[in-house]
Every structure is written in structure tokens, then in C-alpha cells.
């Protein structure tokens, strides 16, 4: 029996703590409130944990709430801790992912995977688990989604995939859950896909001639634009958003700022003279309201990457944007005495050996200039430059 009873409750009116023994008190301050407290030994430390207040806990339940506060001490469990994650209301999966989706896009650059990120998921998942908690959802569910398209869409597939565990991680960092998601049951009772080829669809070097040809039959922004990312290697992405305040067409020379390469990095583009003169043509297009070279039809946005892709398509030609770079790529190879490192960096790819990215202090300008020009003129069929005639516009 406990030293406190109702009658005698009624009658404290002083300010204090009065023991109803095994760490439970009720606490009266100045102002005439009172409220339950236990304290407990947690974890070696003393601790005062509020049970309510005297208004809405009678001493019978205060008992109770200080009987079972004590055992899950005993079991390991901080109680406040329970308490705090109780308080929390747990999101349904849609709301989750709109909030990570706001917490990350800033520090995604490109526009259209900030988009298509949240697209996959309203699509894929929000049908089946988008009005489920978060702290419901489990392997099964997460398979339910994934079976319609693992087959017939796998890469879709699995980037929903990544995504859910994206969101459901996050959950857990919240505390919205008690485990992260659940990586190992996802994929269970899904069958295999097949394997994929990582090769981007590339039209071989040696069309890149007379494919050029073709595509100079006639002049829109489009065509242009691609003529122009073919000539210097670029990504896409780095074309369309080019903006004139990069380009320094009398040193022949593209400089990307930072912010638009997909590593982050400055990089700069030696132009060829056939490159120079495609961007030279490009200043027809050149709105007032707008600083990029290859506007799209709302001039103050880049072209669109299907508008380039359509171009390919109304040729028959089955092959992607990006495999222009892959060209590129194969033509060094085989037809040059270029390194792979030079070609590399004409690509703007990152060093994977740290090491060795640790001591590069280059970034070959002067060897891609001359690599560039090469290219351009296979690309044009016009005479490739001579290294003497290079000696010298290098000298002069």
C-alpha cells in the first residue's frame, strides 16, 4: 500500500513533494498545481519522468503508470524516449516522400531528376502505399508495388525500388520507424531480370560523317544544338544549358561552370574552328530575353533533351543522344594515338583511381585542343590540322 490516499490528497494545500513510496510523488508547486512524478535509476543516472496531472491521473493509474514506467526501465526501454516518438504523428508514405522530396531536390542539379524522382514514386508506389504509415510498411507491400513493372520496366523498377528504401531510411532517421527499410525483402518472390546492357545506343564513329551531313540538310535550334554537342563531346545537358557568358569564341573556348557539370568540376572545352562556327550560326537564334545559346520554345528555358532525341527518331535512327559521346569515345580509340586519360578528360570524366586524381594537376588543355580539332575535322571530312601548323598557332 502506498503512503498517499485520496482523502489525504485532498487536503495537501503546501507547496512540496509528497511520496507515495518506490519513487512516486506528487508535487504541489506555488500556484496550486499539482502533478505526479516518478523517479527512477536509468541507466545509472537519477531521473524525474511526468506522469500527468492530478486533474487527469487519479492515484490508482499514477500507480499503474509508475509501476509500468519502472518495468520497462527494467527492460532496457527509455521511456521518455518512447514517449517523445509516441508524441510524433507517424506520416502516411505519400506525405513522407513529398517531405524528403522538398529536404533533397536543392541538392540535386539536374531539373529533370528532381521531377522525375517524385513522378516514379505517385505513379508506382502512391497507388498501393501512398495512404499507408510509414511504420506499416513492410517487404511483401513493397513487393506487391514492384511485381506489375519488374519485368517489363526493370529499369523504372528499380529506381521505385531505391526510392521507397529512400523514403522509408529517412522514416527511420525520423523516428517515424523502427527499423529502416526492410533491403533484403523487397526483391523476395520476384523473379530475376535480365541482365542489362550498360552501353548507351551509339551510332558507329564512322556514320558520324555522313550523319552530319544529313542533319545540316536543314537549320533549327535542335539541329543545330546537336551538330554542336557532337563536335565538342558534350553532355547533353551541358549543351542545352550552355549560356554565351561561358564562351570565349575568339580563344575558342567553353568554360562550364561547376554548378552544370554532373561531377561538379569546372570544365573547360577547347573549340575547333567547326565548332567555333557552328556556335558562331547559333547567334541567329539569340533572343533578348535570354542568355542561352540554344533556347526552347519558352526562350527563357534550355531546349528541351527530347527535341534532340526527336530529331533521331524522325532520321530512324535508333540510337540515343548520349551515344554520340560514345562515338567520340571509340573513334580515340581506334583511330588516334591518344591516350585514354586525354580522352577521358575531353569526356569530363572523374579519375577512379584516387590516387592518381590525388597528384593530377592537368587537365591537358593543349593535347585536347589539338584531339578536338582532330575530331572535327573527321566529323566535317575537312584536312585534319598538321602538328607543325599547331607549333606554330601555339607559339604565336
Same mark, same amino acid.
Given at each position: 500500500?502506498?503512503?498517499?490516499?485520496?482523502?489525504?490528497?485532498?487536503?495537501?494545500?503546501?507547496?512540496?513533494?509528497?511520496?507515495?513510496?518506490?519513487?512516486?510523488?506528487?508535487?504541489?508547486?506555488?500556484?496550486?498545481?499539482?502533478?505526479?512524478?516518478?523517479?527512477?535509476?536509468?541507466?545509472?543516472?537519477?531521473?524525474?519522468?511526468?506522469?500527468? =496531472?492530478?486533474?487527469? +491521473?487519479?492515484?490508482?493509474?499514477?500507480?499503474?503508470? !509508475?509501476?509500468?514506467?519502472?518495468?520497462?526501465?527494467?527492460?532496457?526501454?527509455?521511456?521518455?524516449?518512447?514517449?517523445?516518438?509516441?508524441?510524433?504523428?507517424?506520416?502516411?508514405?505519400?506525405?513522407?516522400?513529398?517531405?524528403?522530396? #522538398? #529536404?533533397?531536390?536543392?541538392?540535386?542539379?539536374?531539373?529533370?531528376?528532381?521531377?522525375?524522382?517524385?513522378?516514379?514514386?505517385?505513379?508506382?508506389?502512391?497507388?498501393?502505399? /501512398?495512404?499507408?504509415?510509414?511504420?506499416?510498411?513492410?517487404?511483401?507491400?513493397?513487393?506487391?508495388?514492384?511485381?506489375?513493372?519488374?519485368?517489363?520496366?526493370?529499369?523504372?523498377?528499380?529506381?521505385?525500388?531505391?526510392?521507397?528504401?529512400?523514403?522509408?531510411?529517412?522514416?527511420?532517421?525520423?523516428?517515424?520507424?523502427?527499423?529502416?527499410?526492410?533491403?533484403?525483402?523487397?526483391?523476395?518472390?520476384?523473379?530475376?531480370?535480365?541482365?542489362?546492357?550498360?552501353?548507351?545506343?551509339?551510332?558507329?564513329?564512322?556514320?558520324?560523317?555522313?550523319?552530319? #551531313?544529313?542533319?545540316?540538310?536543314?537549320?533549327?535550334?535542335?539541329?543545330? !544544338?546537336?551538330?554542336?554537342?557532337?563536335?565538342?563531346?558534350?553532355?547533353? /545537358?551541358?549543351?542545352?544549358?550552355?549560356?554565351?557568358?561561358?564562351?570565349?569564341? #575568339?580563344?575558342?573556348?567553353?568554360?562550364?561552370?561547376?554548378?552544370?557539370?554532373?561531377?561538379?568540376?569546372?570544365?573547360? &572545352?577547347?573549340?575547333?574552328?567547326?565548332? +567555333?562556327?557552328?556556335?558562331?550560326?547559333?547567334?541567329?537564334?539569340?533572343?533578348?530575353?535570354?542568355?542561352? &545559346?540554344?533556347?526552347?520554345?519558352?526562350?527563357?528555358?534550355?531546349?528541351?533533351?527530347?527535341?534532340?532525341?526527336?530529331?533521331?527518331?524522325?532520321?530512324?535512327?535508333?540510337?540515343?543522344?548520349?551515344?554520340?559521346?560514345?562515338?567520340?569515345?571509340?573513334?580515340?580509340?581506334?583511330?588516334?594515338?591518344?591516350?585514354?586519360?586525354?580522352?577521358?578528360?575531353?569526356?569530363?570524366?572523374?579519375?577512379?583511381?584516387?590516387?592518381?586524381?590525388?597528384?593530377?594537376?592537368?587537365?591537358?588543355?593543349?593535347?585536347?585542343?589539338?584531339?578536338?580539332?582532330?575530331?572535327?575535322?573527321?566529323?566535317?571530312?575537312?584536312?585534319?590540322? =598538321?602538328?607543325?601548323?599547331?607549333?606554330?598557332?601555339?607559339?604565336?
Amino acid at each position: 500500500m502506498g503512503k498517499l490516499t485520496a482523502l489525504k490528497i485532498r487536503s495537501l494545500i503546501e507547496p512540496g513533494r509528497y511520496s507515495d513510496g518506490d519513487g512516486l510523488f506528487l508535487e504541489i508547486n506555488g500556484k496550486g498545481a499539482a502533478s505526479w512524478v516518478i523517479r527512477v535509476q536509468n541507466k545509472g543516472k537519477r531521473q524525474d519522468i511526468g506522469l500527468g =496531472s492530478l486533474k487527469a +491521473v487519479s492515484l490508482k493509474d499514477a500507480r499503474e503508470a !509508475a509501476f509500468l514506467t519502472r518495468q520497462k526501465i527494467a527492460q532496457g526501454i527509455d521511456p521518455v524516449a518512447e514517449r517523445k516518438q509516441e508524441r510524433q504523428v507517424i506520416p502516411t508514405f505519400r506525405k513522407a516522400a513529398e517531405m524528403v522530396h #522538398e #529536404e533533397h531536390k536543392e541538392a540535386w542539379k539536374n531539373g529533370k531528376h528532381q521531377d522525375q524522382w517524385i513522378a516514379t514514386l505517385k505513379s508506382y508506389a502512391f497507388p498501393k502505399m /501512398g495512404d499507408r504509415l510509414v511504420s506499416e510498411i513492410e517487404g511483401p507491400l513493397i513487393r506487391d508495388v514492384l511485381a506489375p513493372i519488374w519485368l517489363t520496366k526493370p529499369e523504372t523498377a528499380r529506381r521505385v525500388r531505391q526510392r521507397i528504401g529512400t523514403v522509408l531510411d529517412w522514416s527511420y532517421a525520423r523516428g517515424f520507424r523502427a527499423t529502416e527499410a526492410p533491403m533484403r525483402s523487397r526483391s523476395k518472390g520476384l523473379p530475376r531480370q535480365p541482365k542489362k546492357e550498360n552501353h548507351f545506343a551509339a551510332l558507329p564513329y564512322a556514320s558520324v560523317p555522313k550523319f552530319l #551531313e544529313k542533319l545540316g540538310e536543314r537549320e533549327s535550334v535542335g539541329r543545330v !544544338a546537336l551538330e554542336a554537342l557532337i563536335l565538342t563531346a558534350a553532355r547533353s /545537358g551541358e549543351i542545352r544549358g550552355a549560356t554565351w557568358s561561358e564562351f570565349d569564341l #575568339e580563344a575558342a573556348l567553353w568554360t562550364i561552370p561547376a554548378q552544370r557539370m554532373k561531377m561538379g568540376r569546372i570544365h573547360v &572545352v577547347p573549340l575547333a574552328p567547326e565548332a +567555333v562556327a557552328v556556335f558562331k550560326r547559333a547567334k541567329t537564334f539569340k533572343v533578348g530575353a535570354s542568355e542561352l &545559346v540554344f533556347p526552347g520554345q519558352n526562350v527563357k528555358k534550355p531546349l528541351s533533351d527530347m527535341t534532340l532525341l526527336k530529331i533521331l527518331r524522325d532520321m530512324d535512327l535508333a540510337v540515343t543522344v548520349h551515344g554520340f559521346r560514345s562515338a567520340f569515345r571509340d573513334w580515340v580509340a581506334e583511330k588516334t594515338d591518344y591516350s585514354g586519360e586525354i580522352a577521358e578528360a575531353a569526356l569530363a570524366h572523374t579519375v577512379s583511381n584516387k590516387v592518381e586524381a590525388a597528384y593530377r594537376r592537368t587537365d591537358f588543355l593543349d593535347k585536347r585542343r589539338l584531339l578536338m580539332r582532330e575530331w572535327a575535322a573527321f566529323c566535317k571530312k575537312t584536312p585534319p590540322p =598538321s602538328a607543325d601548323s599547331w607549333d606554330e598557332e601555339s607559339n604565336a
